[in-house]
């Protein structure tokens, strides 16, 4: 079984850019698929990016496509998420989350096993 942690979670501007880190521990990284999600106040979790256990394969949600890049090194253990050009409306706590590797990339989240607590993202306009 792995353990996420989320860390890079802050408050910025409108136009700026933060880099989330999920840091995973228990098992090999390299054994899963890994996704973000976000959820606002008061509304449901949403699918952000998603990637498979190489790299190989990225998916994205229309609102963050040419802002966020997921990314992940197997030998740290770690997956990333790159956020340029925040916009008010990307406020929210961001999880990671994980699945066995086998089943490729996952959309929603219920199709992810485990998860991180999350770390929020504040945006200011």
């Known amino acids: 079984q792995v353990q996420l942690v989320e860390s890079g979670g802050g408050s910025v501007q409108a136009g700026g850019s933060l880099r989330l880190s999920c840091a995973a521990s228990?098992?090999?990284?390299?054994?899963?698929?890994m996704g973000w999600f976000r959820q606002a106040p008061g509304r449901e979790r949403v699918f952000v990016a998603a990637i498979n256990w190489s790299g190989g394969i990225t998916s994205y949600a229309d609102s963050v496509k040419g802002r966020f890049t997921i990314s992940r090194d197997n030998a740290k253990n770690a997956v990333y998420l790159q956020m340029n050009s925040l916009k008010p409306e990307d406020a929210a706590v961001y999880s990671c989350?994980?699945?066995?590797?086998?089943?490729?990339?996952?959309?929603?989240?219920?199709?992810?096993?485990?998860w991180g607590q999350g770390t929020q993202v504040s945006v200011s306009s």
């Open positions: 228990g098992r090999a990284l390299s054994s899963y698929a």
């Open positions: 989350a994980a699945r066995n590797a086998g089943l490729g990339v996952g959309l929603r989240s219920t199709d992810y096993s485990y």
